[in-house]
């Protein structure tokens, strides 16, 4: 055999072993982008849940503690940012987390103004939906870390060489975490005495 000949076979090889690699690191990436796109969906799935079971919680609050119209005022506001939220272009994991946190927030505060009122917190209609809505905001959180976790995974691999070179190639972009916004890491204020 001759020296043109070997040297023709190992570059053919070594193309034949690029392609290859290059072939299972889109696919990682494919499959990775594809996880986080439906760690979003549960995300939206569990969110969805929640701000269907929202005016049933509102409806429920009212009849007991009517004169408590802020805090039904503002979880009703925050219920329908959320639903703008969802309908909204651009920056769409980072509006719809501030405003899912707003929502969350207003409901701790309902949960916590309910308390003052015994009737209420010895109906079971009441009862009932705030059961459901721990059983969602657990789910909610589940999910939230299940999404983080993969995009954490998707954004190393396309930030890491070599998979960074085919990530380039073929436009795939990083993609943003679910996180809470800055006022969401404190506790919301609650006033008995009004």
Do not use: C
């Amino acid at each position: 055999m001759s020296v043109s000949l070997i040297v023709l076979i190992v570059i053919v090889l070594l193309v034949v072993l690029l392609v290859i690699w290059g072939i299972g690191a889109y696919n990682g990436l494919v499959n990775l982008r594809n996880r986080v796109a439906n760690g979003w969906a549960q995300i939206d799935v569990q969110l969805k849940q929640r701000a269907d079971l929202v005016p049933n919680l509102v409806q429920t609050v009212k009849g007991y503690a009517s004169h408590e119209s802020t805090v039904l005022e503002e979880v009703t506001k925050a219920r329908a940012d959320v639903a703008q939220a969802q309908t909204a272009g651009g920056d769409q994991v980072q509006a719809r987390a501030d405003a899912e946190q707003r929502l969350g927030q207003s409901l701790v505060t309902l949960m916590a103004r309910a308390e003052a009122y015994p009737e209420l917190k010895a109906n079971q209609n009441f009862l009932d939906l705030q059961r459901q809505l721990k059983v969602l905001e657990d789910k909610i959180a589940y999910a939230r870390q299940f999404y983080n976790d993969v995009v954490q995974k998707f954004n190393t691999r396309i930030e890491t060489v070599p998979s960074n070179i085919i990530a380039s190639l073929f436009h795939f972009r990083q993609a943003q975490y679910f996180q809470a916004d800055e006022g969401s890491r404190q506790a919301p204020v609650v006033d008995f005495g009004q």
